[in-house]
C-alpha cells in the first residue's frame, strides 16, 4: 500500500498568510519611495516656478527703470514695478530682494536689475527643511533716441 504525504501547498492557509505578508512588506517598502519621488517632483516644479518667477522680477524691473526720466526715480518705479511682479508669480515669503543699478540712465547706457529669492519648501513633508535660492540678473539699455524731460514736464 503506498502512503501518499502531502506537504503544505501555496493554496493553503499557511500559504495564503505567507503572500499577504509578503505583500504587506512590498508595500511597506515601495510607498515611501513613492512619497518622496511625488514630493520632489513637486518641489522641483516650485523651484522653477519660483526661478521664472525671479527672472521676470529683474526683466519688468529693469525694464522700467531705463523707462524713468532720472536715476533716483529709475530706482524706486524699478522696485515698485519688481515688487508688484512678484506678487504675480507669488513670491510672497518675505526673502525676495531687488537691486537696480540705474547707471545715470545716460542714452545708450545699460540698466541692471538683480533679483533674488529663496524657495522654501516648508509645507512639503520629507523637505521642509530645505530652502533653495534663486537668482536672475537682467540689464536693459535705455533708448539712444530718447529724450529727458525737465521736471515740469516741457521740452
Known amino acids: 500500500m503506498a502512503r501518499v504525504v502531502r506537504r503544505a501547498s501555496s493554496s493553503g492557509c499557511f500559504g495564503r498568510l505567507a503572500q ?6 512590498e508595500t511597506a517598502l515601495v510607498i515611501p519611495m513613492l512619497l518622496m519621488l511625488a514630493f520632489g517632483v513637486v ?25 524713468a526720466d532720472s536715476p533716483e526715480q529709475a530706482a524706486v ?15 510672497t515669503n518675505g526673502s525676495l530682494r531687488v537691486e537696480i543699478d540705474p547707471g ?12 533674488r529669492y529663496e524657495v ?8 521642509g527643511w530645505a ?14 533716441y ?6 515740469g514736464g516741457q521740452p
Open 20 to 25: 499577504r505578508g509578503q505583500a504587506l512588506i
Open 43 to 67: 518641489g522641483v516644479g516650485r523651484v522653477a516656478q519660483g526661478q521664472m518667477g525671479v527672472s521676470a522680477v529683474a526683466r519688468e524691473a529693469a525694464r522700467t527703470a531705463a523707462l
Open 77 to 91: 518705479r524699478g522696485l515698485a514695478r519688481g515688487q508688484e511682479v512678484a506678487a504675480g508669480y507669488r513670491l
Open 104 to 115: 545715470g540712465l545716460a542714452r545708450g547706457a545699460t540698466v541692471r536689475a538683480t533679483a
Open 120 to 127: 522654501a519648501l516648508d509645507d512639503l513633508p520629507l523637505l
Open 131 to 144: 530652502r533653495v535660492p534663486v537668482g536672475s540678473v537682467h540689464f536693459e539699455r535705455t533708448d539712444l
Open 146 to 151: 530718447r529724450s529727458h524731460w525737465p521736471a
